[in-house]
């Protein structure tokens, strides 16, 4: 039982030891310190998903209709439910 948790131990300090290093050569080889990292952009035009309610970023959104028109989704899924649920209202 003793050598399980002295065997627990130095693994954990070895990943700790390891986990350091890493960070710090990320520091050293990382982006340069002139120009900050790259970061998701703030602004932009969200919709919501008529289907499920996510909200997303119109340029990843799908668009519902076939010539490129009609409300945005998030996915082919929504966009199928969408379609169904029309062809439903059409009927």
């Known amino acids: 039982m003793l050598k399980v948790v002295l065997f627990l131990v130095?693994?954990?300090c070895v990943l700790l030891v390891l986990r350091a290093l890493r960070l710090f050569l990320?520091?050293?080889?990382?982006?340069?310190?002139?120009?900050p990292a790259r970061a998701w952009p703030v602004e932009g035009d969200m919709v919501r998903d008529p289907v499920c309610g996510v909200w997303i970023d119109r340029r990843l959104a799908l668009p519902a209709g076939p010539d490129q028109?009609?409300?945005a989704v998030c996915s082919e899924?929504?966009?199928?439910?969408l379609v169904r649920k029309g062809r439903e209202i059409a009927q």
């Not at 990320?26 to 002139?34: C, V, W």
Request: charged share 15%.
């Open 10 to 12: 130095l693994l954990f």
């Open 26 to 35: 990320a520091g050293l080889f990382g982006p340069s310190r002139g120009r």
């Open 69 to 71: 028109s009609g409300p």
């Open 77 to 81: 899924a929504c966009r199928n439910a």
